[in-house]
């Protein structure tokens, strides 16, 4: 039975590539981000060599911002996944505002850590009885060295990130 992932932050990036090479490697993938039509163009990027399933890539937009969705976005895939089961997770979200810590808003910071730290805890924690049901299963969270060092004019992300790298239960 092939098995379903989760990718947030599918639109661009590392969660677009770890979309890519999962729908080619057999998985189903449902690629979730805020742009829907940037999750639909990566149909025209899987190689049309590559026998391709129906339901391999389900788009869905998804804020990981936006908590109060997560019930039923999750449901929507529990439905659709292949036997009904979610193995992976990959949390790929991600958001950067550089400046100065005088020229940032602490909102800004705020929908930083709503992006990298938070909304990431929270699809996780939705997920995770999904996935504890089958007694199998994998999360990976993409960081970023930046968690780790810090550099001028990133320190609100590097905040975000360094809690992510931080967090013992992740």
Known sequence: MRK??????????????AVIKLVK???????????????????SELSPSTERREGDYIVLECDITKSYKFDD?????????????????????????????????????RDQFETNFFGLVELTKKVLPFMLANNQ????????????????????????KYALEAEPML
């Open 4 to 17: 379903s992932i989760i990718v947030t932050g599918a639109s661009s990036g590392i969660g677009k590539a």
């Open 25 to 43: 490697a057999g998985y189903q993938v449902f690629g979730l981000a805020r742009r829907y039509d940037s999750l639909t163009s990566i149909y």
């Open 73 to 109: 976005i999750i449901n929507d895939i529990f439905l659709r996944a292949k036997g009904n089961m979610i193995y992976g997770l990959v949390n790929s979200a991600g958001y950067v505002e550089p400046g100065a810590i005088e020229d940032i808003s602490i909102q800004n910071m």
């Open 137 to 160: 299963g994998r999360i990976v969270n993409i960081s970023s060295v930046s968690g780790l060092i810090s550099l001028p004019l990133i320190g609100a992300y590097s905040s975000s």
